[in-house]
């Protein structure tokens, strides 16, 4: 018979680390909060019958976020064997508040002090006997980290499941809430210690569940309380909770009184400085795109394009297919559809995996959490929230799960507008398109790569400053509030598995959704309507491209093949690329300075309408995926077409504009389009810098 034990703590307590080390689970690990929105389970590695539920980061067990909804939710319902609370060590106090709460539950629960080696660093001594003593309940010292620890709460799991392990002792309060206590006890005759003090405390949702006669009883304590002692009650309650936390301390931790300043503070001084911050985080961005695009990534792509995917896999194929004596329109299927097609994508994987390892040392390092605190001074002032970045970094890897890490933001118009421009940040998908214009249209300049992931970002700020200034999205901004991380070397296991998790993502991509489109791509330009073999533009996909491509002319491309890229883009932003790699056929064939396949791509595009191609299929809107998880967070049909409607139109006037205003400054070339183009841009920079109206916040 399963043991379900829940596992909960704050954020960044280490908690998802001490999950994966348990369960062996993959789950994204991270420095920020609300990396894990909804409960996650896992088997216990050491033990098949015991399920370790991962619960949200939360601060206390009072439903004011939802991830705060969704823990007490689980602990109150579902009611699991038994607890493992993880504890920040090194943030002793703060965290021991919802361990306050948690003991109050009922349940056998074990304590884990976790960072227990920043502790020592820091030279301060916690008497782990008289705290197990005092919380009634086992106590680890442990580093989720190094993974020590671990042994020892595997074996007070086993004995949880046996029913070894008892609910702690009640941690009681100073005597006048304890007579409260005790009163509301006697009105429910409810035994539940937590349910009664949370009525106490006037708990919306579990006041729903008492008669109209108890509700009135208790308000009568309620305000007898709060008279006697001459405070609200929530505050009396959390001061009563501090009382306890801080008798805890004053027993069992022992700080070093030498003021000596941390590591992590002295490189905050320089990371987070007002001034200095937004120049470090270009340049640092900038190095991991010129790393992954330009040098390592581009050294490793170019072995498996012409010699994996050039040299190797093709002759080989043919050679298989010839000895079989298949038909030579199977053979076009096979080479110049899949092979190209999936090759061209495959093709671009070195450079991404490159890109996810450096992306996940910043994270796993705790770096990326202080572009989130620098940020919402920014963001702040263009009308979102730091909130809104957490989604916006996990948007690098897939636009999937960034949509739904909005989940993490109280404010509705705030959500909705992060949910409309989280995609704006070039995810995994994108890269390879980025990577094709950098190294076969711009001589693979290093600029390029970190130019497209700043247009990104200025497409989000300009968005943020034209939406708020509207009914739709207009109002007071969430406040963010996040603890920063202690620095601290990046874990091995830890960056490799999330490496591994997002290439094997883009992998499977490939083999599934990028296989099927390169198929149906190949018989719709290898067939014209009779179904006959012809020249691709004489093909059903040419006579279908050449009807929407006159919609593409402007923005600097109106040949067919190019369009039909950007609408098969909707699909899976990768069929941008495999479908040049059918039409074009230059799987295999793309090396760093793009020579190869220069001269068919030059004749349908210039570097000016290269960068707006760049630019359109970077902000429009994302995958079929992705826009089926922006239908789910929205829940409305109309917000979600107002989403899509927004990013298609966005994306195409900014594509628009520089195309014709790029095309006036470095051709001279001047028509209807480019004074249209002015007109546009002149538009955009009113509603930028107009003033905000006073309106109501939609609701």
């Given at each position: 018979m399963s043991c379900y034990i829940a596992l909960v703590g704050n954020p960044n307590c280490g908690k998802t680390t001490l999950f994966n080390d348990l369960t062996g689970s993959s789950q994204h690990v991270g420095n920020w909060p609300g990396v894990t929105v909804e409960k996650k389970e896992g088997t216990l590695r050491k033990d098949k019958e015991i399920k370790i539920q991962d619960l949200p980061g939360i601060y206390s067990l009072s439903p004011y976020t939802l991830e705060e909804v969704v823990a007490r939710d689980y602990l109150l319902k579902d009611?699991?064997?038994?607890?493992?609370?993880?504890?920040?060590?090194?943030?002793?106090?703060?965290?021991?508040?919802?361990?306050?709460?948690?003991?109050?539950?009922?349940?056998?629960?074990?304590?884990?002090?976790?960072?227990?080696?920043?502790?020592?660093?820091?030279?301060?001594?916690?008497n782990l006997k008289e705290l197990e003593k005092r919380l009634g309940c086992p106590v680890i010292s442990m580093s989720a980290i190094k993974g020590t620890g671990s042994d020892e709460l595997v074996d007070v799991l086993k004995k949880m499941k046996n029913h070894g392990i008892k609910a702690p002792a009640v941690l009681p309060f100073e005597e006048e809430v304890e007579d409260a206590i005790q009163k509301v006890e006697g009105i429910t005759n409810i035994a539940s210690r937590f349910t009664n003090v949370k009525l106490l405390e006037k708990d919306d949702k579990l006041m729903e569940t008492i008669s109209a006669s108890q509700k009135q009883q208790i308000e009568a304590i309620v305000e007898h309380t709060e008279s006697a002692m001459d405070d609200d009650i929530k505050s009396i309650m959390a001061g009563a909770r501090y009382g306890v936390v801080a008798d805890i301390i004053d027993h069992c931790l022992k700080k070093n009184t030498q003021n000596t300043m941390k590591t992590s503070d002295k490189i905050d001084h320089w990371v987070t400085n007002r001034f200095l911050a937004l120049p470090i985080f270009?340049?640092?961005?900038?190095?991991?795109?010129?790393?992954?695009?330009?040098?390592?990534?581009?050294?490793?792509?170019?072995?498996?394009?012409?010699?994996?995917?050039?040299?190797?896999?093709?002759?080989?194929?043919?050679?298989?297919?010839?000895?079989?004596?298949?038909?030579?329109?199977?053979?076009?299927?096979?080479?110049?559809?899949?092979?190209?097609?999936?090759?061209?994508?495959?093709?671009?994987?070195?450079?991404?995996?490159?890109?996810?390892?450096?992306?996940?040392?910043?994270?796993?390092?705790?770096?990326?959490?202080?572009?989130?605190?620098?940020?919402?001074?920014?963001?702040?002032?263009?009308?979102?929230?730091?909130?809104?970045?957490?989604?916006?970094?996990?948007?690098?890897?897939?636009?999937?799960?960034?949509?739904?890490?909005?989940?993490?933001?109280?404010?509705?118009?705030?959500?909705?507008?992060?949910?409309?421009?989280?995609t704006f940040i070039p995810c995994s998908a994108k890269l390879p398109i980025i990577a094709l214009i950098a190294g076969a249209l711009f001589d693979g300049a290093w600029w390029v790569g970190p130019s497209a992931y700043f247009v990104g970002f200025a497409a989000i700020v300009v968005s943020g400053i034209i939406l708020k200034k509207t009914k739709l999205f207009a109002g007071d901004v969430s406040p963010f509030i996040m603890e920063l991380p202690a620095y601290h070397l990046p874990r091995v296991k830890n960056v490799l598995l999330q490496t591994w998790e997002r290439c094997k993502h883009f992998i499977v991509k490939a083999g599934t959704i990028i296989f099927v489109s390169t198929i149906v791509i190949w018989f719709l330009q290898s067939?014209?309507?009779?179904?006959?073999?012809?020249?691709?533009?004489?093909?059903?996909?040419?006579?279908?491209?050449?009807?929407?491509?006159?919609?593409?002319?402007?923005?600097?491309?109106?040949?067919?093949?190019a369009a039909v890229a950007s609408v098969t883009g909707l699909v899976a932003k990768e069929n941008i690329i495999a479908t040049f790699g059918v039409l074009y056929q230059f799987a295999g064939e793309v090396s760093e300075d793009g020579a190869e396949i220069w001269g068919t791509l030059s004749q349908d595009f210039t570097t000016i309408s290269a960068y707006a191609f760049l630019i359109f299929n970077l902000l429009c809107a994302p995958c079929f995926a992705a826009i089926g998880a922006i239908r789910n967070e929205m829940a409305n049909g109309k917000w979600t077409l107002i989403a899509i409607g927004y990013q298609c139109l966005f994306a195409y006037l900014v594509a628009f504009v520089f195309y014709q205003l790029g095309s006036l400054i470095v051709f001279g070339d001047f028509t209807m389009m480019t004074a249209l183009a002015f007109v546009v841009l002149a538009i955009g920079l009113f509603l930028l810098f107009r003033p905000a109206k006073k309106v109501k916040a939609a609701e």
């Open positions: 009611k699991p064997q038994g607890l493992i609370n993880i504890v920040d060590a090194s943030n002793l106090e703060r965290n021991l508040y919802l361990t306050t709460q948690l003991v109050e539950l009922g349940l056998p629960m074990v304590v884990c002090l976790n960072m227990m080696d920043i502790v020592e660093k820091n030279g301060d001594k916690i270009a340049l640092v961005m900038v190095a991991v795109y010129y790393l992954s695009i330009t040098t390592v990534g581009t050294m490793l792509t170019d072995w498996v394009n012409d010699v994996l995917f050039g040299e190797i896999i093709p002759p080989a194929i043919e050679s298989f297919l010839v000895s079989l004596g298949t038909a030579d329109w199977l053979q076009g299927l096979v080479l110049d559809g899949i092979v190209a097609g999936v090759g061209a994508v495959l093709g671009f994987l070195p450079q991404m995996a490159v890109l996810f390892l450096l992306l996940a040392i910043l994270e796993d390092c705790g770096y990326m959490a202080r572009i989130a605190f620098i940020l919402d001074r920014i963001f702040r002032k263009f009308g979102l929230s730091g909130k809104s970045f957490i989604p916006m970094l996990i948007g690098t890897g897939c636009g999937v799960p960034a949509v739904m890490a909005s989940r993490t933001i109280e404010n509705e118009n705030d959500r909705r507008m992060t949910i409309m421009l989280t067939f014209n309507w009779s179904f006959e073999m012809v020249d691709a533009n004489e093909s059903i996909l040419a006579s279908l491209g050449q009807i929407i491509a006159p919609i593409f002319a402007p923005l600097g491309w109106g040949d067919w093949k």
